[in-house]
């Protein structure tokens, strides 16, 4: 038996907008700021490991 697409349409957008108004934008806010910090360190440790490799190898 296959699913409607409406009926998951619906489901997902009833899910969301009831999620929607519990957000504070002091928490949209905090989670960009913490994904931006993630992604630097992410990035500043991955060069330095591809350096210290690099370095070694010679």
Excluded: C, H
Excluded at 9 to 33: H, R, W, Y
């Amino acid at each position: 038996m296959g699913t409607n697409i409406s009926l998951k349409a619906g489901t997902a957008s009833g899910t969301v907008l009831s999620i929607l108004p519990n957000i504070l934008s002091e928490d949209i806010l905090k989670t960009i700021i913490l994904a931006a910090l993630g992604a630097v360190v992410s990035f500043t440790i991955s060069y330095l490991l591809k350096w210290l490799v690099k370095s070694k190898n010679k």
